[in-house]
Nanobody
Framework: QVQLGESGGGLVQAGGSLRLSCATS????????MGWFRQAPGKEREFVAA???????????TYYADSVKGRFTISRDAKNTVYLQMNSLKPEDTAGYYC?????????????????WGQGTQVTVSS
């Protein structure tokens, strides 16, 4: 079993930055895929970013939704803590942000492909 716990959400003005963290515990899966999703009120949960390990030659690979490319950066450390650095935030980025993990190695933006989820952290961007 894997437990995920997000932190770092809050209220920020448009153009500001936040850094979300997702700590993992329980079963380790150094080669699995980890990602961030978000869900705004009345909307479906959507893919934001993901990170996977492609071996010693390829290293970490990152994937982003078009809506956040160039503004958000996903990273992962040796303890499998995953970060989402969010810059140039916009009001439309307001949502609950969820960390997710899958034991598979295929990066996917599909919610149902992820096996484990955190409780979420709220990000609110004011205009």
């Amino acid at each position: 079993q894997v437990q995920l716990g997000e932190s770092g959400g809050g209220l920020v003005q448009a153009g500001g930055s936040l850094r979300l963290s997702c700590a993992t515990s329980g079963r380790t899966f150094s080669t699995g895929v980890m990602g961030w999703f978000r869900q705004a009120p009345g909307k479906e949960r959507e893919f934001v970013a993901a990170i996977s390990w492609s071996g010693s030659w390829g290293g970490w690979r990152t994937y982003y939704a078009d809506s956040v490319k160039g503004r958000f950066t996903i990273s992962r450390d040796a303890k499998n803590t995953v970060y989402l650095q969010m810059n140039s935030l916009k009001p439309e980025d307001t949502a609950g942000y969820y960390c997710a993990a899958t034991l598979g190695r295929i990066v996917t933006p599909v919610v149902s492909d992820y096996d484990y989820w955190g409780q979420g952290t709220q990000v609110t961007v004011s205009s």
